[in-house]
């Protein structure tokens, strides 16, 4: 089960962090990957980590500003969010896939990832 929590409203330029809690599975056998849906648009990939091989990925847009990590003692991952803009306004999503399956190419398809948590609600407004 993944529990996505820690969005909210905030400012252009400002800061949030969401967390997604995993219960029933060790973050050793699976990667987490975050989503985001946009009103009117599909669900598009954001980032990513693969903690049992140290690996992340970041899509373009959000390189340089977000920051995902893990905190393996209470079974987390963070999506440290900074200079956000108005385009980051989304619902965003927490998904677990089996860690053999996330690369390069297949970190961002949504069908690779088993679970899914409940989105929680970004808005980048002044």
């Known amino acids: 089960q993944l529990q996505a929590s820690g969005g909210g409203l905030v400012q252009p330029g400002g800061s949030l962090r969401l967390s997604c809690a995993v219960s029933g599975f060790t973050l050793d056998d699976y990667a987490i990957g975050w989503f985001r849906q946009a009103p009117g648009k599909g669900r598009r990939g954001v980032s990513c980590i693969n903690p049992s091989f140290g690996t992340t990925y970041y899509a373009d847009s959000v390189k340089g500003r977000f920051t995902i990590s893990t905190d393996d003692a209470k079974n987390t991952v963070y999506l440290q969010m900074n200079s956000l803009k108005s385009e980051d306004t989304a619902v965003y999503y927490c998904?677990?896939?089996?860690?053999?399956?996330?690369?390069?190419?297949?970190?961002?398809?949504?069908?690779?990832?088993?679970?899914w948590g409940q989105g929680t609600l970004v808005t980048v407004s002044s």
């Open positions: 998904g677990a896939a089996r860690m053999h399956r996330i690369s390069t190419s297949s970190w961002s398809i949504g069908y690779e990832y088993d679970y």
